[in-house]
């Protein structure tokens, strides 16, 4: 089937989508200390977070922490394959300069922009080896995520949910079967290629059960995303909706997103982000 490009827009800068698998050793990252996963539609999470140093205003070292912290963060390699993938991930990227805001008393513009595009470099690892697609709407997200071997879905002034519900669509018409949505702010994601092992819905909620960190779906179901406060709700109702049947994975690294200061220290483990 020949894929109708036209679908696939532009940014100003020309960005040619590279076709290639990855054949990286993804690593976890340092500071991970254990972690647990738990699968069934109403499973447990495997460790029950709690903080212990909630960070409630700026601290000055945590710039140096951060940057230590992410340090070695594991890569994705891409290398040239002449099969056609079947399953793809799909990450949403904002721009990272306006990236993380709720994170600013604990971090300056810069050192938000740093962590918010680690983050998402982590993720794009996780993804190895399948295809990686990056739907932006932004210069800079779009050069990062051709620079680390990921192809670039343009979606201009869409918001998530149309940026997503488009980007899905398009990789139905590169004869994408199944695709995994994940979020670019996970940053102790790993080994995402398991959860498309599954023919219907698969959903990952974060540590609050309110979030979807992740969705895994197949790409000609007509699931529509609805991204937003309680989310997880609504996205086991849109698969209801369509006759899917539903899987939830609770992780406690895919659990685990970045939105506020205290997020920063997860639970026993002495480094910070």
Known sequence: MT????????????IVP??????????SLAFWSSGARSIGGDATPGRTPSIHQPIHQRDPTIASRVARSLANLPTYTPAVSDSEPTRAVLIPVKAFSDAKARLAAALNPHERSTLAQSMATAVVAAAAPLDVWVVCDDTAVATWATQQ?????????????????????????????TVIVAHADLPHAEHLEWLADYDGVTLVPDRHGDGTNVIVIPTDSGF??????????????????????????????????????????????????
């Open 18 to 27: 590279s076709r290639t698998h990855a054949s990286a050793s993804v690593r």
């Open 224 to 273: 529509v995303f609805s991204y937003g406060p309680s989310s997880f709700q609504r996205h086991q109702a849109e698969a209801k909706r369509l006759g899917l049947a539903v899987r939830v994975i609770r992780d406690d690294r895919l659990a685990w997103d970045v939105d506020r200061p205290e997020d920063l220290v997860p639970p026993n483990w002495g480094e910070t982000l």
């Open 149 to 177: 071997g990921a192809s670039v879905l343009w979606k201009p002034s869409r918001g998530l949910n149309g940026a997503v519900n488009e980007g899905v669509a398009d990789l139905a018409h590169l004869d994408v079967d």
């Open 3 to 14: 894929p109708r490009r036209s679908t696939l827009a532009r940014p100003p800068a020309p």
